[in-house]
């Protein structure tokens, strides 16, 4: 499918994540495959939407890998009475040029923290629709490039609770992956209580990746090798999703790409320059869990989410797993 990545580049880019992993867990106590998956969903040029309770280091997280990175990063607080123009931005007619003229949003930026995004009206949410998918923004007719890389990390609480608006569908589907946090661990919550309480703009962490570095890494994700027997099994679980009896519709063909790019790049991650089976299995939750729908929809979405992810390890459990 592409040509193997170069030894020493994917070495380069191990290091580097390692480098990520130790910063990241500074602020991020016990949640080392959380983090791992968020640097996956980095590599693999897609976004990411962090949903659980409130309370459990949503934000934190994303202001953590945000820090990491020597990028331009932004933090827009969804509200209900934010507009569309307050995320992309406006056109003011300017009196001394007599013309109108364009003043970007906090969309243009390279790492953007959406945070409680589900609490927008649908109006403004769907301000984000365009530049999460094409990295650009249109105004007037006239478009406007946000830059690379662009990443969009957006917090939600579950969709049962007070206040909030559940994204649709099609706002679902732009983000690569979808994790969850949970509580952390007794050791761990105590080593949190122990530390002062500080503002998220007072996390106190260097860059230690710069912008070049990741759009290198990105590059190379797309050049980790896929055999044709993995790509076969992709499309079996795909597929499979279309016919299972308690969704009420199967992936897309976009979740089924962005299942393959999120296995290219947890392979890179983990210094490999080709996906196995056991790639595709560890994102397939994170990846296509949020693109399913159950046929008895429940009014709680934690359980709804469980129930979603335990169809999808049975499909997965039944499927033949390549050689």
Do not use: W
């Not at 992309?88 to 003229?101: A, L, M, Q, R």
């Not at 890494?217 to 999703?241: C, H, N, P, W």
Request: with cysteine; aromatic share 6%.
């Amino acid at each position: 499918m592409s040509d193997f990545a170069p030894a020493a580049e994917v070495a380069s880019t191990r290091d580097a994540i390692e480098r990520l992993k130790v910063n990241m867990r500074l602020t991020i106590k016990g949640k080392d495959e959380v983090i791992e998956q968020t640097l996956v969903c980095l590599l693999a040029g897609g976004h990411l939407l962090i949903e659980d309770l409130p309370g459990v280091g949503k934000t934190t997280l994303a202001y953590s890998l945000a820090r990491s990175l020597d990028c331009a990063f932004s933090r827009i607080q969804f509200t209900s009475d934010l507009l569309p123009t307050d995320v992309t931005g406006v056109s003011i007619y300017d009196e001394t040029v007599k013309e109108f003229i364009f003043k970007s949003g906090p969309v243009f930026a390279n790492i953007v923290l959406a945070d409680e995004i589900n609490r927008a009206t649908p109006k403004t949410q769907s301000a984000l629709l365009e530049v999460m998918d094409r990295s650009k923004v249109t105004v007037d007719g006239e478009a406007h490039a946000v830059g690379a890389p662009f990443m969009v990390v957006a917090t939600q609480n579950p969709v049962d609770y007070e206040g909030t608006f559940p994204l649709p569908q099609s706002q679902m589907d732009r983000f690569l992956m979808r994790l969850q946090m949970g509580y952390p661990q007794p050791g761990d919550e105590l080593d949190i209580l122990r530390a002062p309480r500080l503002g998220y703009d007072a996390i106190a962490l260097n860059p230690v990746v710069t912008r070049s570095d990741i759009l290198k890494m990105q590059a190379l994700a797309g050049r980790v090798f896929v055999e044709d027997s993995v790509l076969d099994y992709i499309l079996k679980i795909v597929t499979a999703t279309r016919t299972e009896a308690e969704f009420k519709s199967g992936v897309s063909v976009r979740g089924g790409l962005a299942l393959r790019l999120g296995a290219q790049a947890r392979a890179l991650v983990q210094g490999r320059d080709f996906v196995i089976p056991e790639d595709i299995q560890a994102m397939a939750g994170p990846v296509l869990a949020h693109r399913l729908s159950l046929v008895r929809q429940t009014s709680d979405a934690l359980e709804e989410r469980r129930t979603v992810l335990a169809a999808l390890r049975r499909i997965i459990g039944a499927i033949a797993v390549p050689e």
